[in-house]
C-alpha cells in the first residue's frame, strides 16, 4: 500500500469532513476501521441535517461528493500503472447519491493488456481495492473493462450505453473517459432516434409492471409512473438529441416552457425527499413506498392529522398529485422529442377534421394556437374526436401544452353549456379508447375541472390493505374492466358479465355510474348515499331522463349489495334470493347492478376476485333472475324445495344401490334446512358415506372425514372438507385450528347438529392463493391428519385454547369491529367480524365461542385483501339464540381483544 503522505488531499472542499484529521487516523490506525468510522459520522450527520429540514439537493450532492473522497483515497492506496482509471457511472456519474444507493464504479483501462502491467499486476490492485470497499460496507456495484470492451458491449446494451453517458473520472487519468465518450456517442452507436424508441420501449415496460398508474398505494418512488425514472428518461433522451451532459443545459432549445422546468426541479426535489427518507428509515436500498414507512415519513415532512384527514393521507395525497404532475410533463417532453426525433422531416400533410383541429400522422393537433381561447369547448371536443377515430394515436406535444394552458377556462359556466354537457355525454358513448381518453383528461388537468367532484377525490388514497389503488385510479379502473366486458374473449373468464354488458340497453349509464360509485370517498358518511347525490344531480345537469337518473343513483347507493349479500348471507336460502330479488326489482336494474360490481371487484384488489367469489355472484346472479321471472308476488315455497332435492338426492342413491329406507335412517335424524342448503348431490355422496361410516364398530370414536372438489354450482372453486364426529364442545374450533395450521383459509362453513348427536360439518376451504387443492391425495391426507389429531383432543380443549393465547401481541392500526343482533326468522344471533386479517382467525374466534359456551350454526367467511369480513350464526348451548345482553356484550369485547393483537411467540 502506498504511504499516506504521498496520497495528495481531495481537491474539492468538504466543509463537514476534516481530511487532515482523517489523513492522520489513516497513518494511526487500521485502514478498514478508519473508513468504517468516518461513514458512520457522516451518516449520522446526513440524517441529522434531512430530519432539520436542509435543501435536499445539497444533501444528495455532498453525500457524492464525500464518496468521491474515499473513493479518492481507497484508490490511493495501491499502485496503478498509467492508462487505467476510476470512473462513477449511472446515478453516482450524475453526482446523485441517497442513503443506500448502489455506489456504481467502473475501472477503465485503455487496453486489455494494462490489466496484467504495473508494479504490482493491476488485476491484484484491482481485486484488493474492490474488497477494501466491500470491507468499508460501501454498495459497490462495479465493473473492469477496456474501452474496446465499453464500446463493444454498449453497442448491444442500452443501459451500458446510458449509464456511460453520465461517467465521470474519480481518479486516473482522465483522458480516458473523454476517449470512452467519444466512442460512444449518438454519432457512433445508438443514434437519437434508435436511443429514443429503446428508452421509450423500456419507459413503457416499466409502466406496465405498476399497472400503468401512479397510484398504487404502495408505489415505487422510481419506477413506477411519475417517478425519478420518468424524469431520468426525459433526460437520458434529450441529452443523447442535444448533445449536452447537463440538463441545465437544455434551456432554450424548446425542449421544456419554465413552467414544466419548474415542475421537474421540485417535483425531482420532492422525490428526493421521500427517497431519503425511505432509505433512511427502511435501512436499506428501498424504493417502495411500503405502508409500514408512509405515516414516519409524513411526519418528518411535517405533516399532521387533522380534523379531516390524517397525517399519512394528506402526505400520500400530495406525492400523488406531485407525480402526476411529473407524469404529465414526461408525457409533453417525449411526445416533442418523438416529433424532432423520430418524426424530423417525415410530417404527411396536415389533413383538416374540421375548423378547430386537423391530423398529422394519426397525431391530432389544433388549426391554430388560439384554438382553445376561441373555441373553449374545443377542450372537450378533441379527447370525444380522438375517441370516435380509432387510427388517431394521441395528442401532439404543441397542442397538449396549449391544454394545460387554457383547461382555467373550465368553470360553472362551461359546465353548465349544453354543447359542453352533450359533448362529455358523446365522450361516454366513444365507440373506442373510452378509458385511453378519460386517462388522458385527468392526466392533463381536464377531468377533474369538469367533474370537480372527481378532481377532489384525485389522489385520494384508502388506507387499508385491501383497496390498492387511490380513489381515482380505482374509478378508471372500473371502467376499464367495464369496457374488458364487451371483447371478444371475455367470455371465459366473465361470462355472465360478457353476456349482460352486449344486452345493456344503454352501456354509458353504466360508466357514470362507475364514475361516481367511490366520488364520496373521504367526506365522511356514507359514501354510498353521499355519492348518489352527487350522480342524481350530474344526470339532471346533463339532461338525462327521470328513469335513466333515478337507475345510475340507485345503482351507485346499492353498489355495494350484490357482493355483501354474495358474501356474508347465505344465498342457498330462498328468503335471501327473494328479499334481494325485491331490492333489486327487475332485470335490467339486475343487470346493470351485476356488471358493476364484478367490475368494482375486480379493480379493488387483484386477490379479490377469484373462482370462489365468481362462483357466489354467478348463483346470486342466476338464482335472482329466476325469482324475477317467476314473479315477486310468488316467492319459492320451501316445502317444495325441499321435496325437490330429497327425490333428486333419492335417485342419485339408488344408481349406488341405496334404498329409500336406508337413506331415511339417516335422513330423519336430519333438519329440514339440511335439505334446503345443500344441493342433491352433495346430499347423496354424504349419505352414502355416512351410512358406511354407520357400520364401523368404531363409529363413535373415529370422525368421517371427507375432501373433495365441491359439486356446487354456487360454490365452484372450492375444496369442501366434510366433518361427522360426535357432537360436543370445540368441534369447531378444533377443526378451524387444524385447517388454520396447514395455511388454507375457510370460505365458508356449514353446521348441522342431527337428532342422533352427531355434528355434520361443511367446510369450503381455498389455498392462500385463492384456489382450490385440486384432486390432490397428499393434500387430502394432510388434511385427515391434521383434523384426526385436533379432533382427538377437543376433550381438554378448553385447556389448550387458554394455553395457546398467553402469547406476546402487538396491536394492529385497524381495530376489530362488531355487531350483534337476532334473526328472528331463522331463531339465531348473527355475529359479524370486521377486522384484518392475520394467522388463526377463525381459530381465535371459535376459542372465544367455546369459552362462552356458544354454539356455532353456520358461517359466511369473507376475506378481502388484509381485511376479513365474517359473519357468524350462533346459539347458546340449549340452541336458542343469546338473549343476555352482559353476554354479547363480553363476547365482543373478547373477540375485539384478541384480535387487535398479532399472535408472536410463545411466552418463554
Same mark, same amino acid.
Given at each position: 500500500?502506498?504511504?499516506?503522505?504521498?496520497?495528495?488531499?481531495?481537491?474539492?472542499?468538504?466543509?463537514?469532513?476534516?481530511?487532515?484529521?482523517?489523513?492522520?487516523?489513516? #497513518?494511526?490506525?487500521?485502514?478498514?476501521?478508519?473508513?468504517?468510522?468516518?461513514?458512520?459520522?457522516?451518516?449520522?450527520?446526513?440524517?441529522?441535517?434531512?430530519?432539520?429540514?436542509?435543501?435536499?439537493?445539497?444533501?444528495?450532492?455532498?453525500?457524492?461528493?464525500?464518496?468521491?473522497?474515499?473513493?479518492?483515497?481507497?484508490?490511493?492506496?495501491?499502485?496503478?500503472?498509467?492508462?487505467?482509471?476510476?470512473?462513477?457511472?449511472?446515478?453516482?456519474?450524475?453526482?446523485?447519491?441517497?442513503?443506500?444507493?448502489?455506489?456504481?464504479?467502473?475501472?477503465?483501462?485503455?487496453? /486489455?493488456?494494462?490489466?496484467? #502491467?504495473?508494479?504490482?499486476?493491476?488485476?491484484?490492485?484491482?481485486?484488493?481495492?474492490?474488497?477494501?470497499?466491500?470491507?468499508?460496507?460501501?454498495?459497490?456495484?462495479?465493473?473492469?473493462?477496456?474501452?474496446?470492451?465499453?464500446?463493444?458491449?454498449?453497442?448491444?446494451?442500452?443501459?451500458?450505453?446510458?449509464?456511460?453517458?453520465?461517467?465521470?473520472?474519480?481518479?486516473?487519468?482522465?483522458?480516458?473517459?473523454?476517449?470512452?465518450?467519444?466512442?460512444?456517442?449518438?454519432?457512433?452507436?445508438?443514434?437519437?432516434?434508435?436511443?429514443?424508441?429503446?428508452?421509450?420501449?423500456?419507459?413503457?415496460?416499466?409502466?406496465?409492471?405498476?399497472?400503468?398508474?401512479?397510484?398504487?398505494?404502495?408505489?415505487?418512488?422510481?419506477?413506477?409512473?411519475?417517478?425519478?425514472?420518468?424524469?431520468?428518461?426525459?433526460?437520458?433522451?434529450?441529452?443523447?438529441?442535444?448533445?449536452?451532459?447537463?440538463?441545465?443545459?437544455?434551456?432554450?432549445?424548446?425542449?421544456?416552457?419554465?413552467?414544466?422546468?419548474?415542475?421537474?426541479?421540485?417535483?425531482?426535489?420532492?422525490?428526493?425527499?421521500?427517497?431519503?427518507?425511505?432509505?433512511?428509515?427502511?435501512?436499506? $436500498?428501498?424504493?417502495?413506498?411500503?405502508?409500514?414507512?408512509?405515516?414516519?415519513?409524513?411526519?418528518?415532512?411535517?405533516?399532521?392529522? /387533522?380534523?379531516?384527514?390524517?397525517?399519512?393521507?394528506?402526505?400520500?395525497?400530495?406525492?400523488?398529485?406531485?407525480?402526476?404532475?411529473?407524469?404529465?410533463?414526461?408525457?409533453?417532453?417525449?411526445?416533442?422529442?418523438?416529433?424532432?426525433?423520430?418524426?424530423?422531416?417525415?410530417?404527411?400533410?396536415?389533413?383538416?377534421?374540421?375548423?378547430?383541429?386537423?391530423?398529422?400522422?394519426?397525431?391530432?393537433?389544433?388549426?391554430?394556437?388560439?384554438?382553445?381561447?376561441?373555441?373553449?369547448?374545443?377542450?372537450?371536443?378533441?379527447?370525444?374526436?380522438?375517441?370516435?377515430?380509432?387510427?388517431?394515436?394521441?395528442?401532439?406535444?404543441?397542442?397538449?401544452?396549449?391544454?394545460?394552458?387554457?383547461?382555467? &377556462?373550465?368553470?360553472?359556466?362551461?359546465?353548465?353549456?349544453?354543447?359542453?354537457?352533450?359533448?362529455?355525454?358523446?365522450?361516454?358513448?366513444?365507440?373506442?379508447?373510452?378509458?385511453?381518453?378519460?386517462?388522458?383528461?385527468?392526466?392533463?388537468?381536464?377531468?377533474?375541472?369538469?367533474?370537480?367532484?372527481?378532481?377532489?377525490?384525485?389522489?385520494?388514497?384508502?388506507?387499508?390493505?385491501?383497496?390498492?389503488?387511490?380513489?381515482?385510479?380505482?374509478? &378508471?379502473?372500473?371502467?376499464?374492466?367495464?369496457?374488458?366486458?364487451?371483447?371478444?374473449?371475455?367470455?371465459?373468464?366473465?361470462?355472465?358479465?360478457?353476456?349482460?354488458?352486449?344486452?345493456?340497453?344503454?352501456?354509458?349509464?353504466?360508466?357514470?355510474?362507475?364514475?361516481?360509485?367511490?366520488?364520496?370517498?373521504?367526506?365522511?358518511?356514507?359514501?354510498?348515499?353521499?355519492?348518489?347525490?352527487?350522480?342524481?344531480?350530474?344526470?339532471?345537469?346533463?339532461?338525462?331522463?327521470?328513469?335513466?337518473?333515478?337507475?345510475?343513483?340507485?345503482?351507485?347507493?346499492?353498489?355495494?349489495?350484490?357482493?355483501?349479500?354474495?358474501?356474508?348471507?347465505?344465498?342457498?336460502?330462498?328468503?335471501?334470493?327473494?328479499?334481494?330479488?325485491?331490492?333489486?326489482?327487475?332485470?335490467?336494474?339486475?343487470?346493470?347492478?351485476?356488471?358493476?360490481?364484478?367490475?368494482?371487484? =375486480? $379493480?379493488?384488489?387483484?386477490?379479490?376476485?377469484?373462482?370462489?367469489?365468481?362462483?357466489?355472484?354467478?348463483?346470486?346472479?342466476?338464482?335472482?333472475?329466476?325469482?324475477?321471472?317467476?314473479?315477486?308476488?310468488?316467492?319459492?315455497?320451501? #316445502?317444495?324445495?325441499?321435496?325437490?332435492?330429497?327425490?333428486?338426492?333419492?335417485?342419485?342413491?339408488?344408481?349406488?344401490?341405496?334404498?329409500?329406507?336406508?337413506? #331415511?335412517?339417516?335422513?330423519?335424524?336430519?333438519?329440514?334446512?339440511?335439505?334446503?342448503?345443500?344441493?342433491?348431490?352433495?346430499?347423496?355422496?354424504?349419505?352414502?358415506? +355416512?351410512?358406511?361410516?354407520?357400520?364401523?364398530?368404531?363409529?363413535?370414536?373415529?370422525?368421517?372425514?371427507?375432501?373433495?372438489?365441491?359439486?356446487?354450482?354456487?360454490?365452484?372453486?372450492?375444496?369442501?372438507?366434510?366433518?361427522?364426529?360426535?357432537?360436543?364442545?370445540?368441534?369447531?374450533?378444533?377443526?378451524?385450528? $387444524?385447517?388454520?395450521? &396447514?395455511?388454507?383459509?375457510?370460505?365458508?362453513?356449514?353446521?348441522?347438529?342431527?337428532?342422533?348427536?352427531?355434528?355434520?360439518?361443511?367446510?369450503?376451504?381455498?389455498?392462500?392463493?385463492?384456489?382450490?387443492?385440486?384432486?390432490? /391425495?397428499?393434500?387430502?391426507?394432510? +388434511?385427515?391428519?391434521?383434523?384426526?389429531?385436533?379432533?382427538?383432543?377437543?376433550?381438554?380443549?378448553?385447556?389448550?385454547?387458554?394455553?395457546?393465547? $398467553?402469547?406476546?401481541?402487538?396491536?394492529?392500526?385497524?381495530?376489530?369491529?362488531?355487531?350483534?343482533?337476532?334473526?328472528?326468522?331463522?331463531?339465531?344471533?348473527?355475529?359479524?367480524?370486521?377486522?384484518?386479517?392475520?394467522?388463526?382467525?377463525?381459530?381465535?374466534?371459535?376459542?372465544?365461542?367455546?369459552?362462552?359456551?356458544?354454539?356455532?350454526? =353456520?358461517?359466511?367467511?369473507?376475506?378481502?385483501?388484509?381485511?376479513?369480513?365474517?359473519?357468524?350464526?350462533?346459539?347458546?348451548?340449549?340452541?336458542?339464540? &343469546?338473549?343476555?345482553?352482559?353476554?354479547?356484550? /363480553?363476547?365482543?369485547?373478547?373477540?375485539?381483544?384478541?384480535?387487535?393483537?398479532?399472535?408472536?411467540?410463545?411466552?418463554?
Amino acid at each position: 500500500m502506498s504511504d499516506i503522505e504521498s496520497i495528495p488531499y481531495f481537491e474539492k472542499p468538504i466543509l463537514f469532513f476534516e481530511q487532515g484529521a482523517f489523513r492522520k487516523q489513516l #497513518q494511526k490506525r487500521n485502514a478498514i476501521v478508519v473508513f468504517k468510522e468516518a461513514i458512520a459520522e457522516v451518516n449520522e450527520q446526513f440524517d441529522l441535517r434531512f430530519r432539520e429540514g436542509e435543501n435536499i439537493r445539497r444533501l444528495i450532492y455532498d453525500r457524492a461528493t464525500f464518496i468521491d473522497c474515499l473513493l479518492h483515497y481507497a484508490w490511493h492506496l495501491f499502485q496503478w500503472s498509467d492508462g487505467i482509471a476510476l470512473l462513477a457511472v449511472g446515478g453516482y456519474g450524475r453526482g446523485e447519491l441517497h442513503p443506500y444507493s448502489d455506489i456504481d464504479i467502473l475501472v477503465l483501462t485503455e487496453n /486489455d493488456e494494462l490489466l496484467n #502491467q504495473g508494479p504490482q499486476s493491476n488485476i491484484e490492485s484491482i481485486q484488493n481495492f474492490v474488497t477494501l470497499l466491500w470491507d468499508f460496507g460501501l454498495a459497490i456495484g462495479h465493473s473492469v473493462r477496456s474501452i474496446p470492451q465499453c464500446i463493444e458491449l454498449a453497442k448491444d446494451d442500452i443501459t451500458i450505453a446510458t449509464n456511460l453517458m453520465e461517467c465521470r473520472t474519480l481518479a486516473g487519468s482522465a483522458k480516458l473517459q473523454l476517449l470512452l465518450q467519444a466512442h460512444t456517442s449518438a454519432d457512433k452507436i445508438w443514434t437519437a432516434a434508435e436511443f429514443f424508441r429503446a428508452k421509450y420501449q423500456e419507459q413503457y415496460e416499466r409502466h406496465k409492471k405498476h399497472n400503468h398508474t401512479e397510484y398504487n398505494l404502495e408505489p415505487n418512488i422510481k419506477n413506477a409512473p411519475g417517478g425519478l425514472r420518468d424524469i431520468q428518461t426525459i433526460s437520458w433522451v434529450a441529452k443523447r438529441f442535444f448533445g449536452v451532459n447537463n440538463f441545465k443545459l437544455l434551456a432554450g432549445r424548446g425542449l421544456f416552457t419554465d413552467e414544466e422546468y419548474n415542475i421537474l426541479l421540485a417535483g425531482e426535489e420532492d422525490l428526493w425527499k421521500v427517497r431519503y427518507a425511505l432509505h433512511m428509515l427502511a435501512g436499506r $436500498a428501498e424504493e417502495r413506498l411500503l405502508f409500514d414507512y408512509q405515516k414516519e415519513i409524513a411526519k418528518l415532512l411535517g405533516y399532521q392529522d /387533522d380534523d379531516s384527514k390524517l397525517a399519512v393521507e394528506s402526505f400520500m395525497r400530495w406525492y400523488y398529485r406531485t407525480v402526476l404532475a411529473l407524469r404529465e410533463v414526461n408525457d409533453v417532453m417525449l411526445h416533442y422529442l418523438d416529433e424532432v426525433i423520430l418524426q424530423a422531416g417525415q410530417h404527411s400533410e396536415a389533413k383538416v377534421i374540421n375548423d378547430r383541429f386537423q391530423r398529422v400522422d394519426n397525431y391530432i393537433e389544433v388549426t391554430h394556437e388560439n384554438v382553445f381561447r376561441d373555441s373553449p369547448s374545443a377542450l372537450l371536443e378533441i379527447f370525444v374526436l380522438l375517441g370516435l377515430d380509432r387510427s388517431l394515436v394521441g395528442v401532439r406535444a404543441s397542442t397538449i401544452r396549449l391544454i394545460r394552458e387554457h383547461r382555467h &377556462l373550465i368553470n360553472d359556466d362551461y359546465r353548465s353549456d349544453p354543447d359542453n354537457q352533450h359533448l362529455f355525454l358523446t365522450l361516454l358513448r366513444s365507440p373506442v379508447g373510452l378509458v385511453t381518453q378519460l386517462r388522458r383528461m385527468k392526466r392533463y388537468g381536464v377531468l377533474g375541472l369538469y367533474l370537480p367532484e372527481f378532481g377532489r377525490v384525485t389522489g385520494q388514497m384508502q388506507h387499508d390493505l385491501f383497496h390498492i389503488y387511490t380513489v381515482d385510479a380505482h374509478t &378508471l379502473l372500473v371502467i376499464k374492466f367495464m369496457r374488458r366486458f364487451r371483447q371478444a374473449g371475455a367470455e371465459e373468464r366473465f361470462p355472465i358479465a360478457s353476456h349482460v354488458m352486449r344486452r345493456l340497453p344503454k352501456q354509458e349509464l353504466l360508466y357514470i355510474a362507475g364514475l361516481y360509485h367511490d366520488i364520496a370517498k373521504g367526506r365522511g358518511g356514507d359514501h354510498s348515499e353521499l355519492g348518489a347525490v352527487d350522480a342524481r344531480e350530474f344526470c339532471e345537469r346533463h339532461g338525462l331522463s327521470k328513469r335513466e337518473t333515478n337507475l345510475i343513483a340507485w345503482l351507485v347507493e346499492k353498489h355495494l349489495l350484490m357482493s355483501t349479500v354474495s358474501q356474508k348471507q347465505d344465498i342457498s336460502d330462498p328468503d335471501v334470493i327473494h328479499n334481494f330479488a325485491l331490492e333489486v326489482g327487475d332485470q335490467t336494474r339486475l343487470d346493470y347492478l351485476y356488471a358493476l360490481t364484478v367490475a368494482d371487484m =375486480n $379493480a379493488t384488489n387483484p386477490d379479490v376476485w377469484n373462482s370462489w367469489r365468481a362462483s357466489l355472484m354467478r348463483q346470486l346472479y342466476i338464482e335472482t333472475k329466476r325469482a324475477l321471472r317467476r314473479g315477486l308476488e310468488n316467492p319459492v315455497d320451501a #316445502q317444495e324445495l325441499i321435496e325437490e332435492t330429497r327425490h333428486n338426492a333419492l335417485a342419485k342413491l339408488e344408481d349406488k344401490g341405496i334404498s329409500e329406507e336406508q337413506a #331415511q335412517s339417516f335422513w330423519q335424524d336430519m333438519d329440514e334446512e339440511y335439505f334446503l342448503r345443500e344441493n342433491h348431490i352433495d346430499i347423496a355422496w354424504q349419505t352414502e358415506a +355416512i351410512l358406511q361410516h354407520r357400520q364401523q364398530d368404531n363409529e363413535d370414536e373415529e370422525p368421517l372425514i371427507l375432501v373433495s372438489e365441491t359439486t356446487s354450482h354456487g360454490y365452484e372453486g372450492a375444496t369442501q372438507v366434510f366433518l361427522r364426529v360426535k357432537d360436543q364442545a370445540n368441534i369447531f374450533a378444533a377443526a378451524a385450528t $387444524a385447517i388454520s395450521q &396447514l395455511g388454507l383459509n375457510i370460505v365458508d362453513a356449514r353446521i348441522y347438529t342431527d337428532s342422533s348427536g352427531y355434528t355434520i360439518d361443511t367446510f369450503y376451504i381455498l389455498d392462500e392463493n385463492g384456489n382450490s387443492l385440486g384432486n390432490d /391425495d397428499s393434500s387430502t391426507q394432510k +388434511i385427515e391428519e391434521a383434523l384426526k389429531e385436533e379432533l382427538a383432543l377437543v376433550g381438554e380443549y378448553s385447556d389448550i385454547i387458554k394455553r395457546r393465547t $398467553a402469547r406476546e401481541l402487538k396491536y394492529f392500526a385497524m381495530p376489530t369491529r362488531t355487531s350483534i343482533n337476532t334473526d328472528f326468522r331463522s331463531g339465531h344471533t348473527v355475529l359479524e367480524v370486521t377486522s384484518p386479517d392475520r394467522p388463526g382467525f377463525l381459530a381465535i374466534i371459535a376459542a372465544a365461542f367455546s369459552e362462552f359456551g356458544i354454539q356455532i350454526q =353456520n358461517a359466511k367467511i369473507t376475506t378481502l385483501g388484509e381485511r376479513v369480513e365474517d359473519v357468524f350464526f350462533i346459539s347458546d348451548a340449549n340452541g336458542q339464540p &343469546l338473549s343476555d345482553p352482559k353476554i354479547c356484550e /363480553d363476547l365482543q369485547a373478547t373477540i375485539c381483544r384478541r384480535l387487535d393483537r398479532q399472535v408472536q411467540k410463545e411466552a418463554g
